[in-house]
């Protein structure tokens, strides 16, 4: 049962390591090429070239022409994708260069963008392959017309995809598309996903039976990490595992994406005489710590994506209102659906309701101000920003229910109009400004 959750939690990661990586998808077409290559040439093995002379739409020829004709097609798909590689190249710098660095993980991410590149990969692959694969003429005296007729389509059919990667790129690096892939991406967080094994409670009364909570702060065992980083994901189902099986009550003191140092405790275990070294390296597993925060379980960082993208437009090089105010719209988006599923239970249990795990969680308060907070500052000089801020606002407010969420909201509708007096707008801006955030007191604060 401990190999399976750990696997998931492998799984899980290199799935989403490779995801955004430039060198997987082009890796499986280029082994499929070679599948491919050694099945065409059994099939040319099975059909004698009597057969397919009178065809117009299979090459023909020779043991040796077929071969250099199949190394000639490699040669040229070689040379193109220099071409490929430089469009590729392009969209990289521009992305870096106008919206950030974190929104690399977007681009690098695109899934036409990588099955083109291993298009020209896989044709290569196919044509040395194939040429390689081709008997002497003594062995085999008939050429393999299906193997080399293959190896055309598929030279045609990169060439076509080339046209289009030029298409995909020119409106993939259109703002608004780049805010709606990071945008999805803050919705897929968002949502709660969690494991069948765990069944989440907010029974106050249980809680306040279970005393071992206020012992697990002097007795616990510490899981160190060994190394500094950032948090990048963390697995529930490992943790409840071990916890079920050695009867544990594990606490997380750090949520993905919180920056670590060498030998800091991210968890605490009770008791602590159950732990023995074999257990502290199995649930250190449940934490992957790397260079740089990524949106796996980390909403904040998901967001940080957007904000970036919206500050960058406001700086004075670049000065596009409309991109922030369409990053806005995407964040809007996503802290209505997390406000509507509400805040992580701080506690978990099994299925015999035992308390075995009690998170550190993400907040409604800590999204909020990575939202507004730099924004808030970059767009002081620019009512129409302003305003999109206070119309975000509105529209998440009117999904929650939630009297402390619309304090939240309110607070920060109160600092953009503290913000706005600030900067340099005209007093008809101010007064708009003012109006919207009295409207808003008045729709939010009126519900509770």
Request: charged fraction near 20%.
């Amino acid at each position: 049962m401990r190999t399976r959750a750990m696997r998931r939690v492998t799984a899980r990661y290199t799935w989403d390591r490779l995801r955004v990586s430039f060198w997987f998808t082009p890796a499986i077409m280029a082994l499929a090429a070679i599948l491919l290559a050694w099945a065409m040439y059994g099939v040319d093995a099975r059909i004698p070239n009597e057969a397919l002379e009178s065809s117009r739409f299979v090459l023909s020829g020779s043991v040796d022409q077929l071969r250099g004709i199949l190394v000639s097609i490699g040669t040229t798909v070689l040379a193109t994708a220099g071409v490929v590689f430089t469009l590729l190249t392009l969209p990289l710098s521009t992305v870096v260069a106008q919206y950030g660095s974190r929104l690399l993980r977007v681009f690098l991410g695109d899934r036409t963008t990588q099955t083109v590149l291993g298009m020209f990969v896989g044709t290569f692959v196919y044509c040395i392959v194939a040429a390689t694969t081709i008997e002497s003429a003594e062995v085999q005296p008939d050429g393999p017309q299906i193997t080399a007729t293959m190896g055309l389509l598929l030279m045609m059919t990169t060439f076509g995809a080339l046209i289009l990667l030029v298409q995909h790129i020119s409106t993939m690096l259109q703002a608004p598309n780049i805010a709606a892939t990071a945008g999805a991406e803050l919705l897929r967080i968002a949502r709660v996903e969690n494991p069948d094994e765990v069944v989440n409670r907010d029974d106050i009364s249980r809680l306040a039976q279970d005393d071992r909570l206020g012992t697990m702060e002097t007795e616990a065992y510490p899981v160190r990490v060994r190394r500094n980083g950032y948090i990048q994901s963390i697995d529930p189902a490992i943790l409840l595992t071990l916890a079920q099986e050695e009867d544990l009550v594990v606490r997380l003191l750090h949520k993905p994406g919180d920056f670590v140092w060498n030998d800091v405790a991210v968890a605490a275990v009770w008791p602590a005489a159950r732990v023995d070294e074999r257990l502290d390296k199995q649930l250190r597993r449940a934490f992957r710590v790397g260079n740089q925060r990524t949106p796996t379980q980390d909403v904040e960082c998901a967001i940080n994506q957007l904000v970036e993208m919206a500050v960058r437009a406001m700086s004075p090089a670049i000065n596009d209102p409309f991109t922030a105010m369409t990053c806005l719209d995407h964040i809007g988006v996503g802290l209505a659906l997390f406000v509507r599923q509400g805040e992580e239970s701080l506690n978990t249990f099994d299925r015999q309701g035992k308390l075995r795990l009690v998170f550190e969680p993400v907040t409604f308060d800590v999204l909020l101000s990575a939202t507004f907070d730099m924004l808030r500052h970059a767009g002081c000089d620019n009512a129409s920003v302003l305003l999109h801020m206070l119309a975000v606002i509105e529209s998440i407010g009117r999904e929650t229910q939630s009297p402390e969420a619309r304090r939240l909201l309110l607070r920060h509708a109160a600092l953009i109009q503290t913000e706005s007096r600030a900067g340099a707008l005209i007093e008809e801006d101010r007064r708009r400004i003012d109006l919207f955030v009295k409207a808003l007191d008045t729709k939010l604060g009126g519900l509770e």
